[in-house]
């Protein structure tokens, strides 16, 4: 890499490191150091293929995708990370939003990597049911079933959240 490239290189890193951290702090169910990993290793995955990259961003979130599929297909699972119940329901008003962002957190990270993976494609980023099937190297079927599940899962975990999920299913 030259000067140049290098520079360029560090620039990204810079301006589109905390977008792409928010998506890794999703995918890892809200483990901060598993989204740190993530990130790393999708930008030095990345630095090895700079000059040849059209569009790094889309480049380094492909790899974040991967790298956490990979992650939940490995036979040695990483154990499950231990969270306080949610707090109680909270009054309308203008914390509320931002309690029900940290009982969502608290839920996604109680499902599986996998059910986690295709609800932050499918809903945070928007993908398609085929986009994330193409992603995820599953069928369709599989990502609208997973979802299906998922959202289920988190309506049992968190019920203050079901209000939320019904705009989604």
């Known amino acids: 890499m030259d000067a140049a490239q290098e520079r360029g290189f560090r620039e990204f890193v810079s301006t589109r490191s905390p977008a792409l951290m928010r998506l890794g702090y999703l995918l890892a169910g809200g483990d901060q150091h598993a989204a740190e990993d993530l990130l790393q290793a999708a930008l030095a995955k990345l630095a090895a293929k700079w000059a ?7 480049y380094v979130r492909q790899i974040m995708y991967r790298q956490q599929v990979s992650w939940w297909r490995t036979a040695g699972r990483r154990g499950e990370v231990v969270q306080a119940e949610p707090p109680e329901r909270a009054q309308e008003g203008p914390a509320h939003r931002s309690e029900l962002r940290m009982v969502l957190r608290a839920a996604l990270s109680k499902l599986t990597p996998r059910q986690r993976t295709v609800l932050v494609l499918r809903y945070f980023e928007d993908l398609t049911d085929q986009q994330v099937a193409r992603e ?3 069928s369709v079927g599989t990502v609208r079933s997973t979802a299906h599940r998922s959202l289920a899962r988190l309506r049992e975990i968190a ?5 939320e999920l019904e705009t989604v299913a």
């Open 52 to 58: 040849r990259v059209d569009s790094p961003e889309a």
């Open 136 to 138: 995820l190297g599953v």
């Open 159 to 163: 019920p203050e959240l079901a209000k």
